[in-house]
């Protein structure tokens, strides 16, 4: 099945390919990164991008 969780899936792969390229960074920027992906993810699991 192709639905599977286990699965990459091109939005899995862009994620971890943002989080490696978000820990190779400095710490402060490494910190403002990862707040703005946290402010990116709570908004789409909240509903702010049903369009």
Do not use: C, F, K, N
Request: charged letters at 25%.
């Amino acid at each position: 099945m192709s639905d599977s969780p286990t699965e990459p899936t091109t939005e899995t792969d862009a994620l971890l390919s943002r989080l490696l390229v978000i820990d190779d960074q400095p710490l402060e920027s490494r910190a403002a990164a990862y707040t703005q992906l946290h402010d990116e993810l709570q908004h789409r699991l909240e509903g702010g991008d049903s369009a």
